[in-house]
């Protein structure tokens, strides 16, 4: 089962932030927390990974609370190509990764 | 970069047929994962290889599915006999062992009649 919790499913208006929250309150102390994305009909992709820190690529930031049960993955300015399913995961040094549900993101025009 | 290649990126067979599933990691990359999806039960891992070896083979459904990675360049995953339920999108993905980033391919569809 999956260790993560996410809303099924957010809009955002295309320019503004999206802000994609996730509930990991069983992580583990050396348990990860990944962010993957689905565009309809491909594989998934890797958007970024955190441990305690917050993390910024060129994609994404990631801000993981200080106990760690909870995180955000932002996307500071939407476009209509961020729509997608976006997975939160837990996962260990194993780097097996436990899929839920996700959050089926919308950015509308 | 060429990314992992799935072959087919598409299936149809009957019940009872043998299919096999083909994947070629990206150059280099050490880890081979093998993911069914589904829309009732999401993207599950079914077995995944580190160095040619499989390590983790708990998500394979049952004894009809196997798994075979004879180098570093090229896996199979095969389902025989086949059966409707067997329907799903197939993903391959592939990392470095230990590495953070797994990289899919863009799957084969299967669907068995």
């Known amino acids: ?43 998934p992709q890797y958007i970024i990974h955190g441990l305690k820190n917050n993390e910024t690529n060129e994609m994404a930031s990631l801000i993981i609370t200080e106990d760690r049960k ?5 996307l500071p300015h939407a476009t209509l190509r961020d729509t997608a399913v976006y997975y939160c995961i837990v996962a260990g040094n194993n780097r097996k990764l436990i899929w839920g549900l996700g959050t089926s993101l919308a950015v509308n025009p | 970069d060429a ?39 999401g993207l ?31 896996s199979t995953l095969k389902i025989q006999p086949s ?9 391959c993905a592939s990392s470095l062992v230990g590495g953070n980033e797994q990289f899919f391919g863009p799957g084969t569809r299967l669907t068995v009649l």
């Open chain 1, 1 to 43: 089962d999956a260790k993560t919790t996410q809303p099924p499913s957010m809009d955002c208006a295309e320019g503004r932030a999206a802000n994609l929250p996730c509930n990991h309150s069983t992580i583990s102390g050396n348990e990860y927390v990944y962010w993957y994305r689905q565009i309809h009909s491909q594989g």
């Open chain 1, 70 to 74: 909870s995180s955000t993955l932002i």
């Open chain 2, 3 to 41: 990314g992992v290649i799935q072959s087919p990126r598409h299936e149809v067979t009957e019940m009872g047929q043998e299919v096999t599933l083909r994947c070629k990691p990206i150059s280099g990359h050490n880890s081979l994962f093998w993911y069914r999806q589904t829309m009732m039960r």
């Open chain 2, 44 to 74: 599950e891992l079914l077995i995944y290889f580190n160095n040619n070896v499989p390590i983790d083979d708990s998500g394979m459904p049952e004894d009809r599915f196997s798994a075979k990675m004879p180098n570093a360049s090229f």
């Open chain 2, 83 to 91: 059966e409707p339920r067997d329907s799903a999108v197939y993903f």
